[in-house]
């Protein structure tokens, strides 16, 4: 049997109440075996690494020492992911019973939520449902507001911005995990992972399915709950996507990489499976890009985004990337001087692993999933061609 | 047998002196935007002298050396 996120009332009757929640699921359980049921539920983080949660939990829970800090991250910085701000405006007590969940598995004394200020009724929910909650708890938790930035989401940047209310990245070492908030070991997760984690601890033999947000050609945003069985090309096809009209698929967001499209359809979204074959699942975004869409035009205008929300604190990352964008609307205005592609793959791959966060290396993936993919565009630019992403 | 170091550098001080290029340019380059690309792995005993003066040679004490694999 599986966990279902999304079970309950109608999403468009937006929050569900807590005493609802209670009612469906009943009170909140104990946190005694959680680390074993997470370890055997295989469920991994939604960054692009796709963590395993057991062992991160772990490695705080084996710790000697004071209290730790837990911090629910719903920051969605992907523009293309509209998952999170869904699952709290609708599931917030999932959410809550998370991060509780977390923190007495982690020997926590403060738990944070953290909600970028720009996801519609998202922040407003939450802070009602944190005043929902009993007097007890609602004295461990604290509602913090971010900032609608790209690299506010990534884990030193939510440290930060708790610690200091500045919510761009620091130089990590030390990790989050080891030393975050006010030096205590501090667990940064996705939402969705903590609303998982709410009914693991209710249901422990079940395995997650994933929420995904698909884009099919030409259509906007559908967040789905899906199978981790489910192959790409169905996902697509739930929501009125079609192969045929479907030039390549971007699995990830814009950190994520770009595939073709008869390869994408047969791909299953299990994110082991798409791991060993280089891909991430990361934050679950699904877009398809319409056939008679330009690869090049799309491509330079997530590297700009990408150029624009890079925190400016690392030469690498900041000079590096505007590089990158400024190289690629060459190519695409048909203005490429001699050795562009060249350079593109050259700065593409000096660029990794020289910023203090990952914002450059998720920026040099994406482009050399693009060069790979959209090839003959890159080569022989000439026409812009019609559509984008959703 | 003496310790194996490697570099690292803090990028978010690192503000592109060049320095440490200019005195250990066997295991670092510089890229189009003059900031340091290190050769991976430990460095040779024989160039630890340098390296040393190398890190100590930047103004922003943005370089350090370190056991492999530390953070």
């Given at each position: 049997m599986t966990n279902r996120?999304?079970?309950?009332?109608?999403?468009?009757?937006g929050a569900e109440p807590y005493a609802q929640h209670r009612r469906r699921l009943?009170?909140?359980?104990?946190?005694?075996?959680l680390l074993e049921a997470l370890e055997s539920s295989g469920l991994r983080g939604r960054?692009?690494?796709?963590?395993?949660v057991a062992a991160k939990w772990l490695s705080i829970a084996e710790r000697a020492g004071g209290p730790a800090v837990v911090i629910a991250n719903g920051?969605?910085?992907?523009?293309?992911?509209?998952k999170d701000r869904l699952l709290m405006s609708t599931r917030p007590h999932l959410v809550l019973d998370g991060a509780l969940l977390a923190a007495a598995a982690l020997r926590a004394d403060r738990v944070f939520i953290v909600v970028a200020e720009d996801l519609a009724r998202a922040p407003a929910v939450m802070a009602a449902a944190l005043a929902e909650r009993p007097e007890a708890e609602q004295e461990a938790l604290r509602l913090v507001v971010a900032p609608?930035?790209?690299?506010?989401?990534e884990s030193s940047a939510i440290v930060n911005l708790v610690e200091s209310g500045t919510a761009v990245p620091t130089y990590v070492p030390p990790r989050p995990h080891v030393k975050?908030?006010?030096r205590a070991p501090t667990l940064v997760q996705n939402v969705e992972s903590l609303a998982q984690v709410a009914l693991l601890a209710r249901r422990p033999a079940s395995f997650p399915a994933l929420l995904a947000t698909l884009h099919a050609a030409g259509s906007g945003p559908v967040v789905r709950e899906l199978?981790?069985?489910?192959?790409l090309g169905q996902a697509l096809e739930g929501v009125g996507g079609s192969l045929s009209q479907t030039r390549a698929v971007l699995l990830g967001g814009y950190f994520g990489t770009w595939i073709d499209g008869s390869e994408a359809w047969?791909?299953?979204?299990?994110p082991r499976a798409l791991r060993e074959l280089g891909h991430s699942f990361g934050c679950g975004v699904v877009a398809a890009l319409p056939v008679g869409a330009c690869g090049v035009c799309e491509t330079s205008r997530v590297l700009r985004y990408l150029a624009e929300e890079?925190?400016?604190?690392?030469g690498p990352c900041f000079y590096g990337l505007r590089a990158l964008a400024g190289a690629c609307e060459r190519v695409s205005a048909n203005q490429a001087e001699p050795g562009e592609l060249q350079r593109l793959q050259r700065w593409a791959q000096e660029v990794r692993?020289?910023?203090?966060?990952?914002h450059p290396d998720g920026a040099s993936g994406f482009l050399l999933s693009a060069l790979r993919v959209f090839g003959s565009d890159f080569a022989g630019h000439r026409t812009h061609g019609r559509g984008g992403l959703g | 047998m003496s310790e194996e170091l490697e570099l690292a550098v803090d990028r978010t001080r690192c503000?592109?002196?060049r320095l440490c290029a200019e005195l250990l340019p066997e295991r670092i380059r510089l890229d189009d935007w003059g900031y340091p690309i290190f050769e991976p792995g430990a460095i040779p005993a024989h160039l630890l002298p340098h390296a040393r003066r190398a890190v100590a040679a930047c103004p922003l004490l943005a370089l350090r050396l370190r056991r492999p694999g530390e953070d």
């Open positions: 996120l999304l079970d309950g009332p109608p999403l468009d009757f009943g009170p909140l359980p104990s946190a005694a075996g960054g692009g690494a796709g963590f395993p920051s969605e910085g992907e523009p293309l992911s509209h609608a930035r790209y690299v506010a989401g975050g908030v006010g199978e981790p069985s489910t192959l047969e791909l299953p979204l299990d890079s925190s400016a604190q690392c692993g020289r910023g203090a966060c990952r | 503000d592109g002196s």
